[in-house]
């Protein structure tokens, strides 16, 4: 089954489930859907920051911070966001390796989500094997700043994560 007509459960306000659609169906009505994002920070304090491919069906070709996708039907939250990064990045971690930055909802033209957000410590190795990534980087807080500032970023991150990123112990960043 390709992406398109992968399931997608389909929430209310309060993320219970009120329908089951396809992917194309829930991007066509831009409905209101579960989302995770996962950070990935290497032991040395930097964040893993990646161009998203020209092909993806929101944001191509913008750079996002992190790993991520549509929960898919039935899903858990942390059940999708290891899938995630094992499918982006190549990385497999344990369920209490990611820590919880918490949900939020992020609604623009393009999507309606209800957003879980995590993040966990991964130096590599990565294979970027599912074509969704087209260039990566590491970034300290000053850099992700300055890059921030010169390209386009997926808009629910930088609203539902990025705060929340900010708010982590400096001693997690390099400065």
């Not at 995770?36 to 191509?60: E, M, N, Q």
């Not at 999708?80 to 623009?108: I, N, Q, T």
Request: negative net charge.
């Amino acid at each position: 089954m390709g992406s398109a007509d992968e399931l997608v459960d389909v929430v209310d306000d309060d993320d219970n489930v009120i329908g089951v659609v396809t992917r194309r169906e829930m991007r066509a009505h831009r409905l209101l859907h579960r989302a995770v994002s996962i950070a990935v920070f290497s032991t040395d304090g930097r964040l893993l920051i990646h161009r998203r491919a020209d092909t993806k069906d929101v944001w191509p070709g913008q750079w996002d911070m992190a790993a991520g996708g549509v929960v898919g039907s039935g899903e858990e939250y942390d059940d999708a966001a290891r899938r995630e990064l094992e499918e982006e990045l190549g990385v497999s971690v344990a369920r209490e390796a990611m820590v919880s930055l918490g949900s939020a909802r992020f609604d623009d033209d393009a999507v309606s989500l209800l957003g879980r957000g995590y993040w966990c410590i991964h130096d590599g190795p990565f294979e970027f094997t599912d074509g969704e990534i087209s260039e990566v980087r590491w970034v300290s807080r000053s850099e992700l700043a300055g890059v921030m500032g010169a390209e386009r970023f997926v808009p629910d991150n930088v609203a539902l994560l990025l705060p929340r990123l900010e708010a982590l112990p400096l001693s997690l960043w390099t400065p």
